[in-house]
């Protein structure tokens, strides 16, 4: 099994900057996919960012230009640098992880694994 923990998560104003990071414990081989993903109070769970074990990336629409997603592998953890950030970004963001191995990008609800969430306020 695999264990996730975020971090790094607070308040910010508009046009700044957070990193999160995601530590992993576990059954730490069984990550092929990480991925972020975020919940806005009455909002459905949204995909962020997702990165596969050799770091290739993909993003949301919304993100795509503003965040990275990254991961090392040594230090079994994710990371997700969010800059330029818009009141809109506020949410409880969670750490998934998927562990069979797809050849693709999973769908959210194929990810194996997920985080407790931490939480992103973006004050204007």
């Known amino acids: 099994q695999v264990q996730l923990v975020e971090s790094g998560g607070g308040l910010v104003q508009a046009g700044g900057s957070l990193r999160l990071s995601c530590a992993a414990s576990?059954?730490?081989?069984?990550?092929?996919?990480m991925g972020w993903f975020r919940q806005a109070p009455g909002k459905e769970r949204e995909f962020v960012a997702a990165?596969?074990?050799?770091?290739?990336?993909y993003y949301a629409d919304s993100v795509k230009g503003r965040f990275t997603i990254s991961r090392d592998n040594a230090k079994n953890t994710l990371y997700l640098q969010m800059n330029s950030l818009k009141p809109e970004d506020t949410a409880v963001y969670y750490c998934?992880?998927?562990?069979?191995?797809?050849?693709?990008?999973?769908?959210?609800?194929?990810?194996?694994?997920w985080g407790q969430g931490t939480q992103v306020t973006v004050s204007a």
């Open positions: 990165v596969n074990w050799g770091g290739g990336m």
């Open positions: 998934a992880a998927e562990g069979d191995g797809l050849g693709r990008w999973p769908r959210q609800y194929e990810y194996d694994y």
């Open positions: 576990g059954r730490t081989f069984s990550t092929n996919v």
